[in-house]
């Protein structure tokens, strides 16, 4: 019996699915492989962890792994792809699957629409929006990393947050944040607070992130406002992937994924009502995409079709 991998490599979690041609088998959950973020021995620890751990709750070993799928945030540049593909490599000395590594947005396309058209926007750790046309055109809007874009992410959200909470400071107005904050990253003042936030390497601004959803939802002004800026921005990449592939009606679906989409009401009512402002009649699917099934989907099609070889 051929078995396969399905992988979703995120910037705070990797989950990871097992199953033969029908079925799936086990689940893992391991921490983040972000290389970019976390470098290669995170991502390599996180890595193998998910892939031993699935495969023992399946009950097999890693060499009867017929061909693997990771998609994984950075995964679409070459340099990154090769990086991941070489640490997967690395797994067992009976571990000789077909390995194929896709970008984040790649297999979250694949589990929304298959191979057909649509749009996915996803924001979670990071952020990107990723569509593709009738055609098989693909077109990508943001995602190009933590520093200088990822907007709408939790990242984003997070270092916004602070931002946020010291402009409110600035000009002498309140906000719940600041206690929130200081709280969550066991500090016990201002300063305190604005020497971490600009360490080198940077804090782990995304786990603010429920921090603001909490505030938000205890009706904090600058939380609800950081929120709503969240969902514009989502809204905007979305309309710039949608302008390039689908200038005229009708138009092409749009499905969404990521903690902060599934997390935040408001982000989602924001986004929904800015995209449907600009889109008048676009299709939104209700249901939550689950990434780690379109890398499923695409190792079992690659397991396949090398058999047929």
């Known amino acids: ?30 921490g983040g ?38 998609g ?19 797994i067992d000395r009976q571990f000789t699957a077909n390995i194929e590594v896709a970008g984040d947005a790649e297999i979250a396309l694949q589990s929304a629409f298959g191979d057909g058209p649509g749009v996915i926007v996803i924001a979670g750790t990071g952020s990107i ?22 907007e709408g992410s939790g990242h984003w959200i997070g270092r916004h947050a602070v931002s946020a909470l010291l402009r409110a400071r600035d000009e002498g107005r309140q906000s719940a944040l600041a206690e929130l904050i200081l709280d ?13 936030a600009n360490a080198i390497p940077p804090p782990e601004f995304p786990r603010l992130f429920p921090i603001v959803v909490r505030a938000a939802s205890e009706g904090d002004s600058v939380a609800r406002d950081l929120l709503s800026r969240a969902g514009s921005e989502l809204a905007a990449l979305a309309a710039i992937v949608m302008r390039r592939i689908s200038p005229v009606p009708p138009h092409v679906p749009v499905a969404m994924t990521g903690s902060v ?13 800015e995209l449907v402002a600009g889109f008048p009649g676009v299709q939104l699917l209700d249901e939550f995409v689950d990434p780690v099934q379109g890398a499923l989907a695409r190792a079992r099609r690659a397991g396949m079709q090398s058999q047929k070889l």
């Not at 470098?39 to 070993?61: D, P």
């Not at 950075?74 to 593909?85: C, D, H």
């Not at 066991?186 to 020497?195: C, E, G, P």
Request: glycine share 8%; net charge positive; proline share 1%.
């Open 261 to 273: 989409l599934r997390q935040s009401e408001q982000v989602r009512h924001v986004f929904y009502h």
């Open 1 to 30: 019996m051929a078995f396969y991998l399905g992988i979703d490599g995120g910037g705070t979690k990797t989950r990871c699915v097992v199953a033969n041609e029908t079925t799936v088998l086990a689940t893992a959950v391991s």
């Open 72 to 90: 994984a945030a950075g995964a679409a540049r070459p340099e990154i792809a090769t990086q991941l593909r070489s640490i997967l490599a690395e």
């Open 184 to 196: 969550a990253w066991k500090l016990h003042n201002i300063d305190a607070l604005v020497q971490h």
């Open 129 to 150: 929006v990723y569509g593709r046309d009738l055609s098989g055109h693909n077109v990508r809007a943001g995602g190009w990393g933590f520093a200088i874009s990822d």
């Open 33 to 70: 492989c972000n290389i970019v973020r976390l470098g290669q021995a995170q991502a390599r620890e996180s890595l193998h962890a998910v892939v031993h751990n699935v495969c023992a709750a399946a009950k097999i070993s890693p060499g009867q792994i017929d061909a693997v799928c990771l």
